[in-house]
């Protein structure tokens, strides 16, 4: 996780663990995003300062059609467990993906999440991701 200085080493991993980010199952394996190393610590910047908190994930393979979904989940997860004052940023790590410019600007654009979170089946998928549950 990368470090902020106003925020000391041992709480941004507690922070990382809290959230349980690590936790979060993939889409298509049975298998958690940390298990595939989709997302570390070393992911998650968090600006307490400026309330801002940035993460950066890597599909499996650069043709990963369920890259949307896992920033999905991701955005979900931390919008549900963090104080409104936070500004999340969700990004496919630079070079990781094939369509890494098109998956950040819908992961980052409020009315594409919204309008995808009105699909309840899509919404269903990110639920089953976030339970602990194998959505396979």
Do not use: W
Not at 50 to 68: G, Q
Not at 111 to 121: G, I, S, T
């Amino acid at each position: 996780m990368s470090e902020n200085l106003s925020m000391p080493k041992k709480f941004l991993i507690s922070f990382f663990s809290a959230l349980h980010l690590r936790d979060i199952n993939d889409p298509e394996h049975p298998y958690t995003l940390e298990q595939l190393k989709v997302i570390t610590e070393d992911h998650v910047t968090i600006d307490d300062s400026r309330n801002r908190i940035k993460v950066n994930f890597t599909p499996t393979v650069e043709h990963c059609s369920m890259a949307t979904l896992i920033g999905l989940c991701l955005r979900v997860k931390l919008l549900r467990a963090l104080p409104r004052r936070f500004k999340v940023d969700i990004f496919v790590s630079p070079g990781s993906h094939a369509s890494e410019d098109a998956v950040n600007k819908q992961l980052n654009d409020k009315e594409r999440v919204a309008a995808a979170l009105e699909n309840r089946n899509l919404l269903d998928m990110v639920d089953k991701c976030l339970s602990g549950i194998s959505p396979m």
